[in-house]
């Protein structure tokens, strides 16, 4: 981890506490007042039953790639009861983030986000994959039937993603502008391929590839922001970042919120959702007291991943085709 950088010396301004049974109505209130139809969260977790449990006692444990952190999940509810809580927050747009730590689980993670993307209408159908033989079909079959974004884990499944079994796959994704929620930076804890330098060298030979870097690539923020300001189909996610919680164990450099304003059109709103160790209302007011205005938390918060997924201006439920 990069030292504590010494033009960093101001505590961000303290974020207010909202009762449990007001976080709906905090939430709402937050894009109303910007004049939002709602939020899309790029980064929200749902998979089968049983791995989401494992993900929990993982987190309970202090598993190692929590970076031996306490982490209390704030929405440890059943399935149906957390997607009543994004609606109720307004979120009209949300993600499926699942990913294999072994060879042999993508095809059946995939097909049971293929059928809670058909049970869930405001879910954008998310896939994953691994380096392993047959990936490129499998994605290619993903795309088919329609998957909206794809999510990798490089630390989770601890590969390379220059792997050159991955390069066919990168290629299709390319091709048919599906971005990919990737998480490849080093936070909370580093693993083998995790890192800018794998990441550049998937970009040098798919340029076009709608990489969207989960959780700004902490604690590598300022080199992954180095690679989409050189990559124009380069984004990155605002998942746990600015966080009171995050900004204790890798705080973001206030010296790159510069650099962060002039992507304002390539940073989404991402969450984690359910996994957090706080209320999901306080990432949207770590945002808003960044300073960098109502137009770039318009554009974070909705606008720039309500244009790439093409979600239009119609509120959830009604009919949002591409
Ligand atoms: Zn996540």
């Not at 294999?100 to 809670?116: Q, S």
């Not at 709608?210 to 080199?223: C, K």
């Amino acid at each position: 981890m990069a030292p504590a950088d010494p033009g960093r010396s101001a505590e961000p301004a303290p974020v207010r506490d909202v009762p449990p049974g007001e976080e709906a109505e905090e939430v709402r209130r937050f894009w109303g007042r910007l004049g939002l139809p709602g939020l899309v969260d790029v980064h929200t977790h749902f998979m089968p039953e049983r791995v989401l449990r494992k993900v929990w006692d993982y987190f309970d444990a202090l598993g190692e790639l929590t970076g031996g952190v306490e982490w209390p999940i704030t929405y440890r509810e059943e399935e149906a009861e957390r997607t009543a809580r994004l609606r109720e927050f307004g979120v009209r747009a949300f993600t499926a983030m699942l990913y294999p730590h072994k060879p042999g689980m993508a095809t059946w993670l995939n097909g049971w986000a293929a059928d809670f993307a058909r049970r869930t209408p405001d879910c954008l159908h998310t896939a994953t994959l691994y380096p392993e033989r047959g990936v490129e079909a499998y994605v290619r079959e993903a795309v088919e039937a329609g998957a909206r974004v794809f999510k990798a884990h490089v630390q989770v499944g601890a590969y390379d993603p220059a792997d050159e079994l991955l390069d066919q796959a990168w290629g299709l994704l390319a091709e048919a502008g599906i971005p990919v929620v990737i998480h490849c930076g080093s936070g909370p804890a580093p693993g083998k391929h995790t890192g800018p330098e794998p990441i550049a060298r998937v970009l040098a030979r798919h340029p076009r590839l709608r990489l969207i870097v989960a959780h700004m690539g902490m604690p590598e923020h300022e080199e992954f922001l180095g690679l989409a300001e050189r990559y124009g189909e380069v984004r990155l996610d605002t998942t746990m970042v600015f966080t009171d919680f995050t900004e204790r164990l890798m705080p973001f450099p206030r010296h790159a919120l510069p650099r962060l304003a002039g992507l304002g059109d390539r940073v989404l709103l991402g969450s984690d959702f359910p996994n957090i160790p706080y209320p999901y209302v306080h990432q949207l007011h770590a945002l808003e007291r960044l300073g960098l205005g109502d137009a770039w938390l318009r554009r974070v918060c909705h606008d720039n991943a309500a244009a790439l997924f093409a979600l239009g201006v119609r509120p959830t439920g009604a009919a949002s085709g591409p």
